[in-house]
């Protein structure tokens, strides 16, 4: 079994910051790929950038040149750092591994971009 562990939620500005982070504990084997998804109210979870264990990465059109993801492979951590974040970011942000046929999901962090 694997347990995720993310922070770094909150509420900013349009224009602002945000770096959220993700820790994985449990069964983790090498080769998995680490990504975050988000969900709006009233919307489905979409993908929002993915990194694979060898560091190529994913990116939904949206937020391509505003948000880069990053891993620790040695902390089994994965990061977003969100710039020019913009109030349609708003949503619930939540990690996800998937190692072999398994997938796992954190609890989620909240994410509210408004002035």
């Known amino acids: 079994q694997v347990q995720l562990v993310e922070s770094g939620g909150g509420l900013v500005q349009p224009g602002g910051s945000l770096r959220l982070s993700c820790v994985a504990s449990g069964s983790i084997f090498s080769t998995n790929t680490m990504g975050w998804y988000r969900q709006a109210p009233g919307k489905q979870r979409e993908l929002v950038a993915r990194i694979f264990w060898g560091g190529s990465t994913n990116y939904v059109d949206s937020v391509k040149g505003r948000f880069t993801i990053s891993r620790d492979n040695a902390k089994n951590t994965v990061y977003l750092q969100m710039n020019s974040l913009k109030p349609e970011d708003t949503a619930v942000y939540y990690c996800?591994?998937?190692?072999?046929?398994?997938?796992?999901w954190g609890q989620g962090t909240q994410v509210t971009v408004s002035s």
């Open positions: 996800n591994l998937k190692q072999r046929i398994d997938s796992y």
